[in-house]
C-alpha cells in the first residue's frame, strides 16, 4: 500500500538529488532529477537541476534540460538560469 501519491513524489526525488549533489554524489542526483521529471514533466526545476548537473559533469545534455525548462515556462527559467548563472560567477570568482 502507498501511503505517498505518486504525484507528489516528484518534489521529494527533485530534493533528495539536491541532498546527492551536496554529497558530491551527480549520477545519483541526475538519476533522482529523472525520476522526478517521469512522475512530473512539468516540473520546471527537476530539468533545471538536471541541467545544472550535467553541466558540471561537462554532460552536453545539460544544454536538452535548459531548453526543456525554457519551453515548459520560459520566464521563470530564464530568470533560474540566469540566478544560477549569476551564484556561479560569483562563487567562481571567490575562489581566485
Known amino acids: 500500500m502507498r501511503l505517498t501519491p505518486r504525484h507528489a513524489l516528484a518534489p521529494v526525488y527533485h530534493n533528495r538529488g539536491g541532498v546527492r549533489v551536496l554529497q558530491n554524489d551527480i549520477r545519483g542526483a541526475i538519476a533522482d532529477y529523472t525520476s522526478a521529471i517521469e512522475i512530473d514533466p512539468r516540473l520546471l526545476v527537476a530539468y533545471l537541476s538536471r541541467g545544472n548537473a550535467r553541466y558540471h559533469n561537462r554532460d552536453p545534455m545539460a544544454l536538452a534540460d535548459y531548453w526543456h525548462a525554457l519551453k515548459v515556462d520560459p520566464g521563470l ?15 567562481t570568482s571567490k575562489r581566485c
Do not use: H, K
Not at 77 to 91: K, P
Open 77 to 91: 527559467a530564464a530568470a533560474e538560469i540566469i540566478r544560477m548563472l549569476v551564484n556561479d560567477l560569483t562563487t
